[in-house]
């Protein structure tokens, strides 16, 4: 069931409500907690952090009239900013002309890394750990049934304190963001790894630079529906992004405006996701949009 922009927004919180139920087949008591102020005590939320004065409510709203590949989606976000639903359900009624969204995932896989230090000799380090990296992987993998560390990976880098040998554990997290049995599986390996080293193990923690879970989405915006001189200012805008990092940092904070609000709405890390995304904005070591758009010949606007 596709739900117009135009005419959801048009209906009262009640009445939204009880559209979401029917569409997204939620139960009574979850519409009831929708409704509710806040579900969260003070009392629980002193035992979630340290020295609670209060809460800080956020509304909840529905984007409508998503089409991802080929599948109308309904999506939450949660956010203080006016006009960021509205602004998200203009650009999913854009695209629905050409198709709507043509989304991939590239991989569900997250990188742990074990920082070697005071190693006398990197290549025989690296030789040693490879020789056993069966066994390492069969130790990581005691720590999880349902999620797979499938391969090591080496760095060499050169820092202020002197070489050091980075190793890398690829696993797959499936749906999960993956911190938790990350950590545990490069805490098991350790000792291990820093013995085949004959170095020194320092820190051991997941990366938020996901570059083996990426998302790709591509989009076609028909130059009949916004206007030729529209398509060319959107694609000067993106050239600038691309040349300027002031211009950028701006670019990607309106991106950042929508999954914000989708991560905060699904009670996901934010900080994690936003470190990931400018971190990935900066890899080639200039800070770059994490959006391009340019024409086809036909003139058409693509993202």
Same mark, same amino acid.
């Not at 390996?189 to 998302?215: H, I």
């Given at each position: ?27 009574? %008591? ?5 409704? =509710?102020?806040?579900? &969260?005590?003070? +009392?629980?939320? !002193?035992? @979630?952090?340290? #020295? $609670? ?104 880098? %050169? ?5 050091? =040998?980075?190793?890398? &554990?690829?696993? +797959?997290?499936? !749906?999960? @963001?993956?911190? #938790? $049995? ?122």
């Amino acid at each position: 069931m596709a739900l117009a922009n135009s005419s959801f927004s048009i209906l009262s919180p009640s009445e939204r409500r009880r559209i979401l139920k029917k569409v997204a087949g939620l139960t009574e %008591e979850e519409i009831e907690a929708l409704s =509710l102020p806040g579900s &969260l005590s003070l +009392d629980m939320a !002193d035992k @979630m952090i340290e #020295n $609670v004065v209060g809460l800080i409510p956020v509304p909840i709203g529905i984007a409508s009239g998503f089409l991802i590949n080929g599948r109308e989606y309904l999506v939450p976000m949660a956010t203080e900013q006016r006009s960021v639903i509205k602004m998200a359900e203009m650009g999913a009624s854009m695209v629905r002309a050409s198709g709507g969204f043509k989304a991939e995932s590239l991989g569900s896989t997250m990188i742990g890394q074990i920082q070697l230090t005071q190693i006398q000799d990197l290549k025989e380090a690296s030789e040693n750990i490879i020789a056993l990296k069966d066994d390492i992987l069969r130790l990581a993998n005691t720590q999880s049934r349902t999620r797979t560390a499938f391969d090591v990976e080496l760095r060499t880098l %050169e820092s202020a304190v002197g070489p050091m =040998l980075i190793f890398e &554990l690829l696993v +797959d997290v499936r !749906d999960s @963001m993956g911190a #938790n $049995v990350v950590d545990s599986m490069l805490e098991t390996v350790s000792p291990l790894v820093s013995s085949l080293s004959g170095g020194k193990a320092n820190l051991r923690v997941l990366s938020n630079l996901a570059t083996k879970r990426m998302v790709r989405v591509e989009v076609t915006v028909e130059s009949d529906s916004i206007g030729s001189d529209m398509v060319d200012g959107i694609v000067e805008a993106s050239s600038f992004a691309s040349a300027d990092p002031y211009r950028a940092a701006t670019h990607n904070k309106g991106i950042m405006n929508g999954i914000v609000s989708v991560l905060m709405a699904t009670s996901n890390d934010t900080r994690a996701v936003e470190a990931g995304a400018h971190a990935y904005a900066a890899l080639t070591g200039g800070y770059k949009p994490l959006s391009t758009w340019r024409k086809d010949g036909e003139s058409n606007l693509i993202g």
